[in-house]
């Protein structure tokens, strides 16, 4: 079970990832055309985010007992307060 937690929360960090460089590739466009784009503290919490669940994915996969499963539940919270803190609210 706890194998399939980890690469369940690699997807998510990697998502995470994936996301905020999407949202700094659109912040660019944007600035470049004067269209409207995501503002800097959205893209700062999705940054900090993204490299606070690389970091705890990063936990999850050297460690193999109650302390990975552990570090990538905190992946998949990550995900979840993105989700519901930016996104949702």
């Known amino acids: 079970m706890s194998g399939v937690l980890r690469r369940v929360s690699g997807v998510f960090a990697g998502g995470l990832v994936v996301l905020a460089v999407a949202l700094g590739v659109a912040w660019v466009m944007a600035t470049r055309t004067g269209a409207p784009g995501p503002d ?50």
């Open 40 to 89: 800097g503290a959205f893209l700062a919490w999705h940054a900090v985010a993204a490299v606070a669940a690389v970091v705890a994915q990063v936990r999850a996969d050297r460690a193999s007992d109650g302390r990975g499963a552990g570090a990538a539940a905190v992946v998949l919270l990550i995900s979840a307060a993105v989700l519901a803190g930016l996104w949702l609210a």
